[in-house]
Each structure stands twice: as C-alpha cells, then as structure tokens.
C-alpha cells in the first residue's frame, strides 16, 4: 500500500477506537506509518480524510445490510417482510460491539464543530438515501429517480437516523425489526380506506 491507502486505514482505526472529535492528525500519523505533510497532500485536511474514512467504513456495511446465507434477504421487494429482513440486519450492525453507528451520533451533535466533516458527509447521505431504496424495494441504485431519492430515500434515511440515536442511547429499550414492522403495518392499515 501507498501513503494514501496507509492513511485511510489508519484513520478508519483511529475513528472506531476514537471518534471525530479525539483524533488527531498525529494520531492517524502514528497509526498508519506514514508523515504528516502526506494528510495535506493526499487529502487536503485531517477532516476531509476521517470523513472520506468514515464514508468507506459505512460503505463497507452494505454487506451487513444484505445478510448472510442465514440472515439473507429473501423477501418480496417492498413487502412488509422485506422491511422486517432488511432492518432486522441493519440493527444487528447497530447492537455488536464497538459499533460505528456512534460516529454517526457524534457528526449530529458535534456538527457545527466539524463543518468540513459535516459538509462533506451531508454529501454522502444523499447516497445512502439512493442505497436504501433498492434495499427495501428492489431495483438498481442508479435506476432511482432524484424525486425518490428526495422521499422515500429521506424517509428511510430519517428512520435510520432515528433509530440509531436509540440504539446509542439505551439499546435496551430501542425497537427491534418486529417492532418497526409493526409500526408501519399500523399506518398501512390507518391510511387504507375502509
């Protein structure tokens, strides 16, 4: 691996042991053995790079959201048990330990303290507004019109948002897929004329 590639990795490290807001340029230095000066030059900032590294730590869960041969989805696209399969997987990457989510948690609440991280993830969350729908409803990501990305992908996105704050904050008593599922078969059936 080159400098650039040693730094990503190191400052991926650095966010699941640290965090945004503990790391530090040395930090990410120390870990992936390579210079200072080459956060600069490959990156532009210590920010930009611990936001591109955190983007590919989320990218690298889209497996988890698929499931295993045992975890897998299998549901009809836009069924209610296809909700239930997917979320089902996406909270069992909330609930393991050392979890990424919390990074998530710490961009909102530390938002305005980390605008370069901030600005650059507020880009990628429109991609995962993209990548949740073909999860949830079949299809390509690059088959979604930008009007479903703007709803459904945001409704996905804000119940994803939602629920990890839950998760991080006491997942004891945080919902499980069962419980989703049921919540919005409730709605289904409220918004159903009779």
């Known amino acids: 691996m080159g400098h650039r590639e040693d730094l990503m990795e190191g400052a991926k490290r650095c966010l699941l042991d640290k965090g945004f ?57 836009g069924s209610l048990e296809r909700f239930r399969e997917v979320w089902s997987n996406i909270i069992g990457t909330m609930s393991g330990p050392g979890s990424l989510w919390r990074l998530s948690m710490e961009i909102v609440v530390m938002g305005d303290q980390l605008p370069e991280v901030r600005d650059h993830l507020a880009v ?42 839950q998760w991080m904050f006491d997942p004891k008593t945080a919902p499980g897929a069962d419980q989703l599922t049921e919540g919005l078969r409730q709605v289904l059936e409220a918004a159903t004329p009779k």
Do not use: W
Request: net charge negative; aromatic share 6%.
């Open 21 to 77: 807001a503990r790391t530090t340029a040395r930090d990410i230095v120390k870990e992936s053995g390579a210079n200072l000066a080459s956060i600069g030059y490959h990156y532009g900032s210590k920010d930009a790079l611990l936001a591109q590294a955190y983007v590919s730590l989320v990218e690298g869960m889209s497996d988890a959201f698929d499931g295993d041969e045992v975890t897998g989805v299998t549901a009809e696209p």
């Open 124 to 165: 990628a969350q429109r991609e995962a507004c993209r990548g949740l729908i073909p999860l949830l409803m079949g299809g390509r990501e690059e088959d979604v019109p930008e009007g479903t990305v703007d709803t459904l992908g945001r409704f996905y996105v804000t119940l994803m948002t939602g629920l990890i704050a």
